[in-house]
């Protein structure tokens, strides 16, 4: 996984963690903030290994589906 993807997913760790206050406000962000660091984790395991920071499109498209 790219230091990018780790870094993120810390930021967002220590958000979720700042939002443990009672109100549904931040019941619903820290909701998002962890279905976000789930979505970062999976989109993780289907990355290839990088080697450049140059992304062939077409090749992008199709992992997609697109």
Partial sequence: M???YDL????????AAM???GD????????IVERTITLIDEL???APD???NV????TFRARRGL
Wanted: glycine share 4%.
């Fill in 8 to 15: 993120a997913r810390e930021h967002l760790r220590r958000a």
């Fill in 55 to 58: 992304l062939d499109l077409q």
């Fill in 24 to 31: 549904s406000q931040s019941l619903q962000l820290r909701n």
């Fill in 2 to 4: 790219k230091p990018t």
């Fill in 50 to 52: 990088w080697n450049s």
């Fill in 19 to 21: 939002l443990q206050g």
């Fill in 44 to 46: 993780a395991e289907d």
